[in-house]
């Protein structure tokens, strides 16, 4: 979990109390306000979804690419497809 998806949970923890807060004195600004920063947060929490995601996405592929190097290097067949195929 990175900062992102903890800063989203915050946000939209603490917007959905400010949005209570509005309800219960009739405040509409607080409530509008609340529900704005409730949104942000969902948003925030999105984003640090998607990152999470690529990273390890990046991760896998480079354990993958890894793989295939240590492949090249260890078998003297798979150097000589290499080398048919350049």
């Known amino acids: 979990m990175n900062k992102d998806r903890i ?8 917007g959905s109390v400010r ?3 509005g309800e219960l004195t ?8 609340g529900g704005i920063q409730q949104a942000k947060g969902k948003v925030e929490g999105a984003w640090g979804k998607a990152k999470d995601g690529l990273q390890n996405v990046l ?3 480079e354990l993958r ?5 240590e ?3 260890n078998n003297p067949t798979a150097d000589a497809t290499l080398r048919d195929c350049k």
Do not use: S
């Open 26 to 33: 009739d405040n509409p600004k607080l409530e509008a306000e």
């Open 7 to 14: 800063k989203g949970i915050i946000d939209e923890v603490a």
């Open 59 to 61: 991760a896998d592929t």
């Open 19 to 21: 949005r209570k807060a």
């Open 65 to 69: 690419l890894d793989a295939h190097v």
């Open 71 to 73: 492949l090249g290097v």
